[in-house]
């Protein structure tokens, strides 16, 4: 187990339900990201928090919210989604310093959602 | 904001030979250039990273290569085996940025 542990690994969801996503890192970082890998693409970033406050949202519909009750955890609540939503959701946690990070990322196992 | 090309996007090379891979990135701001290898079914691991203030950088078997000037660094893989077999992944960041930009990832086989 490298420290960054995600919840569920699979997740089948309907277009009308409501789910979330589990983050937690056990490496005393302080900043943690929302990745989406899609098959044949580049992983892209949805959110960043460091210190508990996000600061970075590329611009992802609003069915995605995120949650980051404390530096050890991050959730992404799910509702309303499409099919073209299904991927791979991947948490990374690093060390913010300051602004200045540094650099390391650790990712989780990811969560394969996939969206009927 | 930056944007990573990576090639090729499928590699096969026989065991025991080199492989390389080639990245490109925009921003001139970036300083730290890490690599990922994600076996199937797993997460991405860093293997191995380099900073701008230097031009190569060696791990046993692998190396990273980097030119400023040009925008781009490169992957080396010595004495290939089977188990290199994975998706290799680059990524270009800056500090201020908070993040990684990556390419779009090389699938390589590595044939016995």
């Known amino acids: 187990e490298t420290g960054v542990t995600q919840t569920p690994r699979h997740l089948v969801m309907g277009m009308t339900n409501k789910k979330s996503l589990k983050c937690e890192q056990h490496?005393?970082?302080?900043?943690m990201y929302w990745y989406k890998q899609s098959a044949k693409k580049p992983l892209e970033l949805m959110f960043v928090?460091?210190?508990?406050?996000?600061?970075e949202n590329n611009s992802v519909p609003s069915r995605f919210s995120p949650e980051c009750p404390n530096s050890s955890h991050l959730f992404l609540h799910l509702h309303t989604l499409q099919p073209e939503d299904s991927a791979l959701y991947l948490c990374?946690?690093?060390?913010?310093?300051?602004?200045?990070?540094?650099?390391?990322?650790?990712f989780g196992s990811g969560t394969r959602l996939t969206v009927v | 904001g930056e944007n990573v090309e990576q090639h090729p996007s499928t590699l096969s090379v026989q065991e025991g030979d080199s492989a390389v891979i080639k990245c490109t990135y925009s921003d001139s701001a970036s300083n730290y250039f890490p690599w990922y290898k994600q076996e199937l079914g797993k997460r991405p691991q860093l293997i191995i990273d380099i900073r701008s203030n230097v031009g190569e950088k060696k791990d046993q078997r692998i190396a990273v290569t980097l030119n400023k000037t040009a925008k781009h660094f490169s992957l080396h893989i010595t004495e290939t085996q089977p188990e290199d077999s994975a998706v290799y992944f680059c990524a270009a960041g800056r500090g201020s940025a908070r993040q990684l930009t990556f390419g779009s990832g090389t699938q390589l086989t590595v044939l016995p």
């Open positions: 990374a946690s690093s060390q913010d310093y300051n602004g200045n990070f540094n650099y390391g990322y650790t």
């Open positions: 490496l005393g970082h302080n900043a």
């Open positions: 928090y460091s210190l508990e406050e996000r600061v």
